[in-house]
């Protein structure tokens, strides 16, 4: 899975001047979002503890020592953004359902080259 960001003409003075298109603009937008994701400490720590084993959401707050409403949030963002997939569905013994919560990448390598933001993620 590969995202990058603008092409190299984006850069370009004359491109600048010129406005972008709806298409490029999602690219952007969803590259965006995806390295702020990865930059935010409790997002980043929720994506790689779930990628050999799929946990709950109480699993994992208690494995990261985030707080369970937070991490629910941060899943829910990081399933928007899918970086982070239902792996299956857990009924207790109460009838009460939980997801399982798995990351669908191993590794993010991000890179800026002449103010252009790429983004690499190696699918889990």
């Given at each position: 899975m590969r995202i990058a960001?603008?092409?190299?003409?984006?850069m370009d003075s004359t491109y600048l001047k010129r406005r972008?298109?709806?298409?490029?603009l999602k690219k952007y937008d969803i590259t965006q979002k995806v390295i702020e994701a990865l930059a935010d400490a409790e997002s980043r720590a929720i994506l790689f503890s779930i990628i050999k084993k799929g946990r709950t959401a109480s699993d994992i707050s208690e494995k990261c020592k985030i707080p369970l409403s937070s991490v629910y949030k941060k899943l829910s963002d990081l399933e928007n953004l899918t970086l982070v997939e239902v792996e299956k569905w857990?009924?207790?013994d109460k009838g009460r359902?939980?997801?399982?919560?798995?990351?669908?990448?191993?590794?993010a390598d991000i890179s800026i080259k002449k103010s252009e933001p790429?983004?690499?993620l190696v699918p889990n």
């Open positions: 960001g603008l092409n190299n003409s984006a972008l298109t709806l298409p490029q857990l009924i207790s359902k939980f997801k399982v919560y798995r990351s669908r990448i191993s590794k790429s983004l690499i």
